[in-house]
């Protein structure tokens, strides 16, 4: 099955800097990848997601890069804010399946300084 | 995009004890889908539920442990069963969007006593 990687677990950054989260995957027929943002006691919410048809996709500040040769894909937070400060989660959704189910990467605690 | 009801949003139980958490959605959907996810961890799928048919389990997860039922394309529930300390987690639905992304209930944040 699926098998997604994710680093670092943990982030601290200074308010205004860059932040970058990595993930890789291990099956070449997922197809779709989002990431999803988790503050404390809420639910996974969706911040933005990318296409295996689609290298780069952008959202205001946020923006996800897939290498489909490599298998990767990586969620970068320009100008971040105390607010961005959550977990934050990638998943590969597994394609040859007549549905799709998401696998989910282990996590990383972004921790965003004033 | 889809709105997920989900209830309870938590609930303290006896060990040996069952506990069966609902999800509403606002709209029909093919499959609904459920995850555990454990104090400071990640979200695993525990299994996905079809309509008119069994749930389909992953690995390490068994139907007599959690019993799903899916009666129509707006409900589903999820029964944790015979529960032990080890239970104690949060339990979430998620269900994909007409968008193709997935949404997810609030959550049920279990804790087994």
């Known amino acids: 099955g699926e098998n997604v990687e994710q680093h670092p677990s943990t982030l601290s950054v200074q308010e205004g800097d860059s932040a970058v989260i990595k993930c890789t995957y291990s099956d070449s027929a997922s197809n779709y990848f989002p990431w999803y943002k988790q503050e404390l006691g809420k639910r996974p919410q969706l911040i933005i997601d990318i296409r295996s048809n689609v290298g780069e996709k952008k959202d205001q500040r946020i923006a996800v890069t897939l290498n489909k040769t490599a298998k990767h894909f990586s969620l970068h937070i320009t100008e971040t804010q105390p607010e961005d400060s959550a977990v934050y989660f990638c998943a590969a959704k597994t394609g040859g399946t007549s549905y799709g189910k998401l696998t989910f990467g282990q996590g990383t605690i972004l921790t965003v300084h004033p | 995009s889809a709105v997920i009801s989900q209830k309870p949003s938590r609930d303290i139980c006896q060990r040996g004890t069952s506990l069966t958490i609902q999800c509403q959605v606002d709209?029909?959907?093919?499959?609904m889908f459920w995850y555990r996810q454990q104090p400071g961890q990640s979200l695993t799928l525990i299994a996905t539920a079809n309509q008119g048919s069994e749930a389909t389990y992953e690995s390490g997860f068994v139907i007599d442990k959690f019993p799903i039922s899916r009666p129509n394309l707006t409900f589903s529930t999820l029964t944790v069963s015979n529960m032990s300390p080890e239970d104690s987690s949060i339990y979430l639905c998620s269900v994909e969007t007409s968008g193709g992304g997935y949404t997810f209930g609030s959550g049920t944040r279990l804790t087994v006593v």
């Open positions: 709209s029909q959907v093919t499959m």
